[in-house]
């Protein structure tokens, strides 16, 4: 891959997207079946907020990534389609809405992320953990990823102490576009952030995700990927970034399939225990397949 990147027209919020972009339609029994039980306990899921492409796949599957603490986000990332603004309080009651869901819908694998909430002294690390807690009390056999915000520098300990089966943190993009997207997030911090887990607890599996097409090159990709190595990261996610909005980040190229995987083969090659890389991957894509193949490698 070059270089080079190429710009959509400025006035393109959503520029003709290539052929690989078909994805199914929401709307079979089980997506309306689990959206339904999501509205009755209240719950919001990032497959909504975020506008995910595989949100018609993955529900019709009985998957979903919950999304606790609220959808009202105190940052407003360039990137991103969640509503910012000033979130409405804290609910206790959230975990066990959550875990009588997943108990509920039996399943094997859930996973967990939230808004940010610097709101919040410990960022919502202690309702991340009452989450997991309250799924094992019900469901032990169902694992657990948590896809955390930085938590600004608190509340991580607590959470290790929680032992989600995977930790997930995501840096988003490389260093050079970072603070024009994340202006309040940490290039920095999030590689620090993963660093700690491993400190924490050398067995616990730690994973990132990026998003490419934000004008970032491919070196800085690699260098990017190469710094997640560095701090002991096992998983790896890459996706296209889709802009949400003309008040979003413009998107400045889409990648090609074969380029997405020779990402991911040259991730295989820096030492990650597994990468999804793909035009629609997203943090919590096969996220159980993940799981399972950091499991085998051990």
């Known amino acids: 891959m070059t270089e080079q990147t190429t710009s959509p027209q400025p006035s393109e919020a959503r520029p003709r997207l290539p052929a690989w972009f078909r994805v199914r339609a929401p709307g079979g029994e089980n997506f309306v079946h689990l959206a339904n039980l999501l509205r009755g306990n209240g719950l919001h899921t990032v497959c909504e907020e975020a506008h995910c492409p595989n949100i018609g796949e993955c529900w019709e599957g009985r998957t979903a990534t919950f999304m606790v603490l609220g959808d009202i986000c105190t940052r407003a990332c360039r990137y991103c389609a969640v509503t910012s603004g000033r979130p409405l309080g804290l609910d206790l009651e959230e975990p066990e809405r959550l875990a009588r869901t997943v108990e509920r819908l039996s399943l094997r694998y859930c996973v967990i992320t939230s808004v940010n909430r610097d709101d919040l002294p410990d960022g919502g690390a202690f309702i991340f953990a009452q989450c997991v807690q309250k799924i094992r009390e019900r469901l032990q056999e169902c694992k657990v990823e948590v896809l955390i915000p930085d938590f600004q520098g608190m509340g991580l300990r607590g959470m ?10 995501n840096i988003e993009t490389v260093r050079r576009v970072f603070h024009s ?21 050398p067995a616990m599996a730690t994973k990132s995700g990026m998003m490419v097409g934000l004008g970032e090159t491919w070196s800085e990709v690699l260098e990017t990927m190469g710094d997640l190595r560095s701090v002991a990261c096992d998983l790896l996610t890459i996706g296209q970034y889709l802009r949400p909005s003309q008040k979003h980040a413009p998107i400045e190229r889409f990648y090609t399939p074969q380029e997405f995987a020779a990402l991911r083969d040259e991730g295989l090659a820096m030492g990650f225990k597994h990468v999804a890389a793909g035009p629609l991957v997203r943090s ?8 399972a193949a950091a499991l085998a490698l051990g």
Not at 160 to 169: C, E, F, G, M, T
Not at 191 to 200: D, F, G, I, S, T
């Open 284 to 291: 919590s894509y096969h996220a159980g397949e993940q799981h």
């Open 160 to 169: 290790v102490r929680a032992q989600p089966d995977v930790l997930n943190h």
């Open 181 to 201: 997207v994340r202006p309040k997030g940490s290039y920095d911090y999030s590689l620090e952030l993963l660093r700690r887990v491993k400190e924490l607890d």
